[in-house]
T-cell receptor, first 112, second 115 residues
Framework: GQQVMQIPQYQHVQEGEDFTTYCNSS?????IQWYKQRPGGHPVFLIQ?????EVKKQKRLTFQFGEAKKNSSLHITATQTTDVGTYFC????????????FGKGTSLLVTP | DTGVSQNPRHKITKRGQNVTFRCDPI?????LYWYRQTLGQGPEFLTY????????KSRLLSDRFSAERPKGSFSTLEIQRTEQGDSAMYLC?????????????FGPGTRLTVL
């Protein structure tokens, strides 16, 4: 079945450094979503990408969807301590328009 | 908009007991999802409702798990004869069919511990 892989599993940066997490799917995705989960919290929607090669920005966050719609990335410029959390990508399952397949996430730790 | 609520927030039970969790979605949301999350993993899809109809169920979901959404509003997830492997955070999410991006709004979850 469809699998969504994320790397790295963990990332520890100094405040002000950049951070990137990568997401790869074994199958073509109709769209990809990104969520952030703070420690002890629940996932919170960040963005959805739909088009091949799409790039979207939210302040210091840049999201990309690959040309083949099988991979995606999230880049954070000049991290802040408020960026701490786990970032998940999620794609819709190949035979379903509803259920999301989440990656294992990348846990980001930012030290001041 | 009060967000998605889940009750109870924590549940400790003995192996073999039955447990039931409740999810109240955002009021105008017609789509409701249940996920399970264990430490270090992403949420794992369990089941999906559109209004009161259960349209999809994970093949990973054993017959000890059942979910209902009788009036298309709140939903319940029941686990019968709990096992230690059922210990996890059970997350509910809702979304609106006609609104942007299929964004799913998650509740705070019910943390289940099976002793």
């Amino acid at each position: 079945g469809q699998q969504v892989m994320q790397i790295p599993q963990y990332q520890h940066v100094q405040e002000g450094e950049d951070f990137t997490t990568y997401c790869n799917s074994s199958t073509t995705l109709s769209n990809i979503q990104w969520y952030k989960q703070r420690p002890g919290g629940h996932p919170v929607f960040l963005i959805q990408l739909v088009k091949s090669g799409e790039v979207k920005k939210q302040k210091r966050l840049t999201f990309q969807f690959g040309e083949a719609k099988k991979n995606s990335s999230l880049h954070i410029t000049a991290t802040q301590t408020t960026d701490v959390g786990t970032y998940f990508c999620a794609g819709h399952r190949s035979n379903s328009g509803y259920a999301l397949n989440f990656g294992k996430g990348t846990s980001l730790l930012v030290t001041p | 908009d009060t967000g998605v609520s889940q009750n109870p927030r924590h549940k400790i039970t003995k192996r073999g007991q039955n447990v039931t969790f409740r999810c109240d979605p955002i009021s105008e949301h017609n789509r409701l999802y249940w996920y399970r999350q264990t430490l270090g993993q992403g949420p794992e899809f369990l089941t999906y409702f559109q209004n009161e109809a259960q349209l999809e169920k994970s093949r990973l979901l054993s017959d000890r798990f059942s979910a209902e959404r009788p009036k298309g509003s709140f939903s319940t997830l029941e686990i019968q004869r709990t096992e230690q492997g059922d210990s996890a955070m059970y997350l509910c999410a809702s979304s609106h069919r006609d609104k942007r991006a299929n964004e799913q709004f998650f509740g705070p979850g019910t943390r289940l511990t099976v002793l």
